[in-house]
């Protein structure tokens, strides 16, 4: 007997069927009824009449039918009509989508294809938590992303909304712009707060990735005492309220601040950005602790006595033997305090000031006094540039691993 279903053709009794699927579609017009049923009784009506309609849907399309492909192309083509109907080509693509996924659905659970790729042995509540599981993973994504897929089409609006216009639901071209992303570019205020990130952030980066590597390094070490207890301290940026900390860098920056201007004579606008780096440099230490202390949970210290024995110093061994082994790991804390610092707005209040305003407290001062969809823009920027950090974060985590012998070549 095979380990797995792979060719199934038996279908499943048609009760079956169109009680899984009333019920999906149940579940899904519960949540539209929620947001937008003005009593109780359309609240009702939404759900019953929604998977009324997909029962009846899907008992059409099984008659008619005996194998998903043409019913695919059906579906696609009502769904079309329907959209056209509604005098949108906007609704007619989604109406073809909606199509092509409810039949494909339909014929799915009907001619028995989510046993396929699974183990003959898995019962039926197996199989139900197998799926279930997945669509409560799928549910928490869609949470978790929706916010960005909304921000990414709205920063082409032609217009200065921040809602979606007739055009834009319409896919009529000039309903997009690039007139938002222009003004980015050509306005002095934005610019110079995208220049500032790009000053403050990498300098706080590299000095997060030096103490950081050289912490966690020190703390790698089992003769060193209170390790627990310094590793606690040295994490707490990420553990207590930021509010909390940002409070706490003002009044000890501030003394620090009159002390470099006061007693050094540094210039004013200096001192403001040492501030800010040195407090971004604060929250970035953490992320690398952390990163680099996984990287050397695998690392192999035999290596380092054998160059030890050899004649090398430690840091030619640091450099030569150790650092290429963990740099992954480096590299990785180094891009999250990287986004950190880019991204951080509430300490850079309190310890900056208008000289040192960053890109984040330009967006933030966008929305408290002037509602710009400028804003959108930059903030498609901002969700592009963590998008390729994270994914960079994410090779670099399987080169490590590889490297270590943690995961096949």
Same mark, same amino acid.
Request: charged residues 10%; contains cysteine; positive net charge.
């Given at each position: ?9 038996v279908?499943v009794?048609?009760?079956f ?8 579609v149940?579940?899904?017009a519960?949540v539209?009824?929620v ?7 359309? @609240?009702?009506?939404?759900v019953?009449?929604g ?14 039918f005996d194998?998903?492909?043409p ?15 509604? *005098?949108?080509?906007?609704?007619a693509?989604?109406?073809?989508i909606?199509?092509v ?8 659970v ?7 790729g ?7 509540n197996?199989v ?6 997945r ?7 869609i949470?978790l ?5 909304v921000?990414?089409?709205?920063s @082409? ?6 809602? @979606?216009?007739?055009?834009m639901?319409s ?5 997009f712009?690039l ?9 002095n ?9 790009l ?8 000095i ?14 089992s003769?060193?005492p @209170? ?6 301290v040295?994490i707490s940026p990420? =553990? ?10 003002f ?11 006061g007693?050094l ?7 403001g ?9 604060v929250l970035g230490i ?5 990163t680099?202390?996984?990287t050397l949970? *695998?690392?192999?210290?035999?290596l380092?006595?054998a ?5 090398a110093?430690?840091?030619t061994?640091?450099?030569k =033997? ?9 590299i990785?804390?180094g891009?999250?305090a990287f986004?950190?610092s ?8 309190f310890?900056?000031s208008a ?11 966008g929305?408290r006094?002037?509602i ?13 540039i963590s ?8 090779l670099?985590r399987?080169?490590?691993e590889?490297?270590r ?5």
């Amino acid at each position: 007997m095979a380990n797995t279903l792979d060719n199934i053709t038996v279908p499943v009794s048609l009760p079956f069927t169109l009680s899984l699927v009333g019920l999906l579609v149940a579940a899904i017009a519960f949540v539209a009824g929620v947001s937008t049923a003005s009593d109780f009784s359309e @609240f009702l009506l939404t759900v019953g009449a929604g998977s009324g309609l997909a029962i009846g849907f899907a008992f059409a399309l099984i008659s008619l039918f005996d194998t998903a492909r043409p019913a695919m192309i059906v579906s696609a083509l009502l769904g079309a009509a329907i959209g056209l109907s509604l *005098g949108s080509s906007g609704g007619a693509l989604f109406g073809i989508i909606f199509g092509v996924v409810a039949a494909r659905l339909i014929f799915w659970v009907h001619l028995r294809q989510y046993r396929r790729g699974l183990p003959t042995y898995l019962t039926s509540n197996q199989v139900l938590w197998h799926y279930g599981f997945r669509a409560i993973c799928a549910a928490i994504f869609i949470f978790l992303i929706t916010p960005i897929l909304v921000v990414l089409p709205l920063s @082409f609006n032609a217009e200065d909304f921040f809602t @979606f216009t007739p055009e834009m639901l319409s896919l009529d071209p000039e309903g997009f712009s690039l007139k938002h992303y222009k003004d980015f570019w050509n306005s002095n205020e934005w610019q110079r707060s995208f220049k500032n990130s790009l000053i403050i952030a990498p300098i706080a980066t590299m000095i997060s990735v030096s103490l950081g590597t050289l912490a966690a390094i020190g703390l790698s070490q089992s003769h060193v005492p @209170f390790r627990r207890a310094i590793m606690a301290v040295l994490i707490s940026p990420m =553990i207590v309220p930021l509010i909390i900390s940002a409070t706490g860098m003002f009044f000890f920056y501030s003394k620090v601040g009159n002390f470099m201007e006061g007693t050094l004579g540094l210039d004013k606008n200096l001192v403001g950005y040492i501030k800010v780096v040195l407090a971004h440099a604060v929250l970035g230490i953490p992320f690398v602790i952390i990163t680099v202390t996984a990287t050397l949970v *695998g690392f192999d210290r035999s290596l380092t006595r054998a160059a030890a024995n050899m004649g090398a110093d430690p840091v030619t061994t640091f450099f030569k =033997i150790q650092m290429p082994l963990i740099l992954p790991g480096v590299i990785s804390g180094g891009l999250f305090a990287f986004i950190t610092s880019f991204d951080e707005v509430v300490v850079v209040l309190f310890v900056g000031s208008a000289s040192q305003k960053t890109l984040p407290w330009q967006m933030f001062t966008g929305l408290r006094e002037q509602i710009s969809p400028t804003i959108l823009a930059v903030a498609t920027i901002l969700v592009i540039i963590s998008i390729a950090l994270l994914t960079t974060v994410e090779l670099l985590r399987r080169r490590s691993e590889r490297l270590r012998g943690m995961s096949p070549t």
